[in-house]
């Protein structure tokens, strides 16, 4: 059975994907969230394409001890296709349950029965995910639509008395920025999701550690940029990013007397000043 996103639920997800939209009724409520774990599978298989990475069983050593996030990824979108995987479920390793659902899915569609994938075979898989589940779907507009995020910023309104280790706040490691509540942060460079915390309200001051909700994204190995005080994430742990994607809405969560974004850029795990490098990392939504 071809599960189809209409016009109307494509809009839904852009305006959620974008933060235009966070009010729902139940029944759109229902049908989004059903739509953006599919949108999440086929993206997830994308990026997994543009790696230049080769999944198998031989290829991921520790396949059959530690969870893989790119392997659940492949098993996610296996299932959805409708092959069949271990008993137990999506468990993030390449064994050779998994290794036969991959060997069934390339001779469903023409490919060499290896139970590898490589760039090739996950491109192929992406097509499949478009062609099956996703007709109505395509994957440039939200390409277009990040992009258009990106160019639809406005300039970084610092607050001097609440720079990084002034004379006032000697032990505040991270640098603040004016913003209203609700307003969108948008990531200006790409990397991996390694931490997210929610749940927490306005009000008490320790949540998350004095930070409330945040994010914070992996850009390569020695940097990391740390996203505070928000009223909502917009991203998932472990999950690859680009620019144009939202980070999340400004707020008051935690240890904080008003709304704004507190930013910390870290550099080999020591936090520095971010000032200088704030406007290269993310931007504050104009819309």
Known sequence: ??????????????????????????????????SSENLDILTGIEDLSKSGKEYGNDQVGTSLIDQDPDVEKIQTALQFLGYSLPV?????????????????????????????????DLKKMTDELI?????????????????????NTKPLSFNPSNGFMTKSRPG???????????EKIV???GGKVKRVHTGCV??????????????????????????????????????????GD???????????????????????GKKINGSPYADEYFGMSLD
């Open 1 to 34: 059975m071809k599960v189809l996103i209409n016009e109307t639920q494509f809009k839904d997800l852009v305006d959620i994907i974008t933060g235009k939209k966070t009010i729902l009724s139940k029944d759109e409520e229902s049908d989004t969230e059903t």
């Open 202 to 243: 306005e009000g008490p001051k320790r949540c998350g550690g004095g930070y409330g909700n945040f994010v914070e994204v992996q850009h390569d190995p020695e940097t990391l940029t740390r996203y505070a005080h928000l009223t909502e994430p917009n991203m998932k742990s472990g999950q690859e990013v680009s620019p």
């Open 187 to 189: 990531l200006k460079q």
């Open 172 to 182: 505040h490691k991270g640098v603040d920025y004016k913003a209203k509540k609700g």
């Open 246 to 268: 939202i980070v999340g809405t400004v707020g008051n969560t935690g240890h904080s007397f008003g709304a704004h974004l507190h930013f910390e850029f870290e550099k080999n």
């Open 88 to 120: 137990w479920g999506i468990d993030g390793k390449f064994g050779p349950e998994t290794e036969a659902a991959v060997k069934n899915f390339e001779e469903s569609v023409g490919l060499e029965e290896d139970g590898k994938l490589d760039s090739e």
């Open 131 to 151: 062609k099956g589940k996703f007709e109505d779907y395509d994957l440039n507009k939200i390409q277009k639509n990040k992009t258009q995020s990106l160019i």
